[in-house]
């Protein structure tokens, strides 16, 4: 961030009054533009004993599997998000369960939020941010091409509470790659 | 938003190719500029059978009661916010629990995160952001005087759920107030 958005000068580093960082301030009108950690939201649609997977046409990641997913808009609710960006990424219909795994990745500032889905009806496929969707069995998931680790974890859990017989939210925060 | 943060040069709302909504786009250099919702993170910090609330000193809500929440920073977890926002508004140190409630708020683009916590001693004091900091037991919270309805639910589920003996994660989304 270089010009404030507010009125086109140049902005600043500094502490405001009562602050305990340093912002970006407007060196013209004052104002302070504060930056924060983005919210993505997705689904994990199932279809009897299958989970639906979206290969992504986009990058980061283009080419490897993951679930439907994306930023949060405004005016919109985690659930909402996760409705659209699976109509959107996946071009299917969902009824929403609960919400599932919370996976905290600070090195990147983002939060991704999953929750469990059912699958609607058959009738999905690919959106503009997708090459291919498909439905996967547990010994069918591409492990190897999973885009995301919070993708990832997700899946893990799934397949693993099925197991057990139930489903249980779990927060998880993930360091730096080793 | 009027001018875009990476250039100074003035911003159009226009919808970008392969997006369906408008952002804000700049007219010189097309950096898209989006708006997302923020996190707010929070602890609700026990010591025996009381709850430690804050009294704000600031906008919204000034002079009314709340526990110790505010804003995700850059870098951070959902957990390190919530103990950081404790130390700044209470200078309180906890151990943190299990993530206990989120609270959609699409109304303002908020989702706010409650953490069970445990006050680790009582060498609590206001923060710059609160006028006053005290321990309640349940009959002595003040419903009337509580800050925000994220924060009244994440008090209410507690209480209800300390007497049948054991915590669920919930989440909540809040409408308009009518």
Same mark, same amino acid.
């Given at each position: 961030m270089?010009?404030?958005s507010?009125?086109?000068?140049?902005? =600043?580093?500094?502490?405001?009054? =009562?602050d305990?960082r340093p912002r970006h301030?407007?060196?013209?009108?004052?104002?302070i533009h504060y930056l924060n950690p983005k919210l993505v939201? =997705?689904?994990?649609?199932?279809?009897?004993?299958?989970?639906?997977?979206?290969?992504?046409?986009?990058?980061?990641?283009?080419?490897?599997?993951?679930?439907?997913?994306?930023f949060m808009e405004i005016?919109?609710?985690?659930?909402?998000?996760?409705?659209?960006?699976?109509?959107?990424?996946?071009?299917?219909?969902?009824?929403?369960?609960?919400?599932?795994?919370?996976?905290n990745l600070p090195?990147i500032s983002q939060v991704?939020?999953?929750?469990?889905?059912?699958?609607?009806?058959?009738?999905?496929?690919? =959106?503009?941010?997708?090459?291919?969707?498909?439905?996967?069995?547990?010994?069918?998931?591409?492990?190897?091409?999973?885009?995301?680790?919070?993708?990832?974890?997700?899946?893990?859990?799934?397949?693993?509470?099925?197991?057990?017989?139930?489903?249980?939210?779990?927060?998880?925060?993930?360091?730096?790659?080793?």
């Open positions: 270089k010009y404030c507010a009125c086109g000068a140049e902005v =600043g580093l500094r502490v405001p009054a =009562g305990q301030v407007c060196t013209a009108c004052g104002s939201a =997705g689904a994990l649609p199932i279809w009897e004993d299958k989970v639906l997977l979206c290969r992504r046409a986009i990058e980061p990641r283009s080419g490897f599997w993951t679930l439907p997913a994306g005016g919109e609710s985690t659930g909402e998000a996760a409705i659209r960006e699976t109509l959107e990424e996946a071009c299917a219909r969902i009824e929403l369960g609960e919400m599932y795994t919370l996976v090195q991704h939020i999953i929750y469990r889905a059912r699958l609607l009806d058959l009738d999905f496929a690919p =959106g503009e941010e997708s090459l291919e969707t498909r439905l996967f069995a547990e010994h069918e998931i591409p492990w190897e091409k999973i885009a995301f680790r919070s993708i990832y974890l997700s899946l893990r859990h799934y397949f693993k509470d099925r197991a057990n017989g139930h489903f249980l939210f779990r927060e998880e925060t993930l360091g730096a790659l080793s």
